[in-house]
Nanobody, 126 residues
């Protein structure tokens, strides 16, 4: 069993929408779940993260997706979604889900995440 499994990628036109799903089989009820992406020839970068904080859920977004993408939890604590609207060609890449114990690291610090999925491909055509 893979520690995290992503799905929902595909090919869409500019301005279109996709909803990615991640099931984190190794994620605990109070653990951080995050989405990252990586385009060919570029470094992996953080997109959004979410973690429980008391009765609330804390979320963070990269500046380049604010107002367009929404991260949310599913009906089970180990499921997380990434609703992507207003997609642009520069949003194309492999999207990965990751998890780490407890609250999410600051600034989407990749090295602090313990488990990663294999990714789902998102392609936005112009």
């Amino acid at each position: 069993q893979e520690p995290l499994v992503e799905s929902g990628g595909g090919v869409v036109q500019t301005g279109g929408s996709l909803n990615l799903t991640c099931i984190g089989w190794v994620a605990g009820q109070y653990d951080c779940l995050a989405w990252f992406r990586q385009a060919p020839g570029k470094e992996r970068e953080g997109v959004a993260d979410i973690a429980p904080a008391g009765i609330d859920l804390l979320t963070h977004y990269a500046d380049f997706v604010k107002g367009r993408f929404t991260i949310s939890k599913g009906s089970t604590f180990n499921t997380v979604y990434l609703q992507m609207n207003g997609l642009k060609p520069e949003d194309s890449g492999m999207y990965y889900c990751a998890t780490v114990r407890g609250l999410c690291p600051e600034h989407f610090s990749l090295t602090e995440y313990h488990y990663w999925g294999k990714g789902t491909q998102v392609t936005v055509s112009s």
